[in-house]
């Protein structure tokens, strides 16, 4: 088999200029596709880490059926178990208990639903930075009765630090909640919903307003890599018993998949197209290859080697001429990428102003996942193999005798 | 000994559109160690005749037997590994693998065959000496002339022992001194291994060396002498 690999390696660079120039436009097409991918899978990761620290967590705990009925009375008892749970993985970096629910904010003139959610301050700035959106007046501190109001809010209620807000609502298994609250602070969340409809309040202020003490609706847990995500889900699935569930983020965000998938598809098709252009380059290379070759097949044949085995060469030499692409290109586009990897290109201007206000770091992301690489490998090799059915056809009809004449 | 036996060989090429007929009722008998040549102008048949007693084409009527046995009844797999194993080729050009060595070029036949590696490298060197090329041996084909190239050939021709080997205008690309000079290393072969050549040419001085004199004219042999008295009687 070693001399096949070498006659098929020889072949190929007996028409150096072509082959360089084959292999060239694999060359770029894999750099241009892994540079493409890299940037996609760079941004899909941002968009995830995004929502992940600006609100879902890795994974959250609630009493099992809240996720579809996100009410009060789905909520379940704080007492420790869970706390205690959570500290023997060390995956686990960072938890944070949240009470979360609607009412009616009122201030001096104005009425408002909105949403209620209650945190253990340092907890939950640790998770989604809360205190780095803050841009009027202050973060909670523990045990602070205060609350803090998305910025759109704000405005809409014409309120700022300092004022007070009225919450008027229901509290646990139907009773009254009513309460006064200092104003802390103005954030700018990222999400606009949020933005118009947040009220944060310390959590164990909350729990008395709804009269709801020790209660939780949510426990938001962080883990120290994504890719943990679900092996910890499912131990603590394991250990929390029925009347809790466990959901990951990617549960928690399938609109925001679905998006990233079909922004791929889109990818897919760009790349298909590239690599098309780039196989027909190969395939006419091949058949000038074969064509140019004829009586030396005849040659070959005719001393006694089998079809099936000059068959082999050919695709070998076909596989030769794409791969040896393919490596140069992953191996020029692996400094490349990891350059951008650490040095990601900023956006300035209006574009940078878009992505901060939707809660984007205002920079083009590139990832190095393995698949970035590996995909640009496997689409040239299949096809290659696939531009390899074009020698088998053309050297099975091949007649010894013709091809001794021609 | 008879190796090869040619009974009533016809060829028609083209049969259902243009028809031309290029061999007609041909019978001939070669005998172990020949040293024979097919002579006759260009067109008379000689390549049709050495490709169909080399497997390598059908003919339309007749009968080929190598050491008895009837090659156009093989199949395609089976005629080719008796080629491989019975049946040595030169041809006019291009006969070498450009991209290989002689040596490469010589033990590749072997390889096909599934010869051990010991057995390869001590017969291509015994041919490479054989055939006068040991300084050459590393050397690919672009590096020789055509004369040597030619040598390559006869002796990749040699390498998986065959009974017997055809060569189709040998020397039709060389110039005489390098023809002659094929000629005398084909010829010592002959005497020293006693390996039947057939070969076709329409060179006299080349056809002067034969031992025997096959001429054949618009497809049919129309002369067919033994010149000295080394061989038998056939
Ligand atoms: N593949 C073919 N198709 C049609 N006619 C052919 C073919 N090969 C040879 N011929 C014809 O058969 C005759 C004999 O040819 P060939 O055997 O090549 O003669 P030679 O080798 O003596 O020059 C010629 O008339 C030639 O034109
Ligand atoms: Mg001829």
Known sequence: MKFYFILAWRNI?????????????????????????????????????????????????????????????????????????????????????????????????????????????????????????????????????????????????????????????????????AGKYPVRGIIKHPSPELDRTL???????????????????????MVNDNEKTLPIKMALTESLGDDLEVIDWMQMNQLLLKQIDSDRAQGVITKGILYMIIAFGILGTVIMMVAERTKEFGVILAVGMKKRKLITIIIL???????????????????????FLYNPIPFTGQAAEMMLQMGFEPAMYFSMAPSVFYEQALTIFIFTLVIGIYPIFNIRKLQIMKALRS | MNIIEIKGISKTYDKDTMPVQALNGIDLVFQDGEFASIVGPSGSGKTTLLNIIGGLDDPTEGNVLIDGINITSLSGHSKTAFRLKNIGFVFQSFNLIPVLTVRENIEFI??????????????????????????????????LSGGQQQRVAVARALASKPKFILADEPTANLDSKSAENLLDIMEKLNKEENITFIFSTHDARVMKKARRIITIEDGKVIDDVIKDKIMPES
Request: charged share 20%.
């Open chain 1, 13 to 177: 660079w007996r028409n150096k200029r072509r082959t360089l120039i084959t292999t060239a436009s694999v060359f770029f097409g894999v750099l241009l596709s892994a540079f493409m991918s890299s940037m996609q899978e760079g941004s899909y990761d941002q968009y995830i880490r995004a929502i992940v620290n600006s609100y879902s967590g890795h994974i959250q705990i609630h009493r099992k059926g809240y996720w579809n009925d996100k009410i009060i009375n789905n909520s379940f008892l704080n007492d420790g178990n869970i706390d205690s749970l959570l500290h023997r993985f060390p995956e686990v970096t960072i938890y944070s208990p949240r009470f979360e629910t609607f009412c009616l904010a009122s201030s001096e003139d104005v009425t408002k639903g909105v949403m209620i959610l209650g945190i253990e301050p340092l907890a939950e700035d640790k998770i989604t930075n809360i205190s780095v959106k803050l841009y009027q007046g202050e973060y909670l501190k523990k045990g602070d009765n205060g609350v803090i109001l998305g910025s759109r809010l704000a405005q809409f209620m014409k309120i700022g630090p300092g004022d007070t807000l009225v919450l008027i609502g229901q509290g646990y298994h139907g009773s009254g909640a």
């Open chain 1, 199 to 221: 009220v944060c309040m310390e959590l164990q202020h909350c729990q008395e307003l709804f009269s709801a003490p020790d209660l939780l609706t949510s426990m938001v847990i």
């Open chain 1, 317 to 339: 030499e076909t596989i030769f001429m794409g791969m040896t692409g393919v490596i140069t290109g992953v191996a020029a586009s692996i400094p490349l990428l990891y350059y």
């Open chain 2, 110 to 143: 072997m390889q096909l065959q599934g010869a051990s590696k010991q057995g390869r490298l001590s017969r291509t060197d015994e041919l490479i000496e054989a055939v006068g090329l040991v300084d050459k041996k590393n050397c690919r084909p672009n590096k």
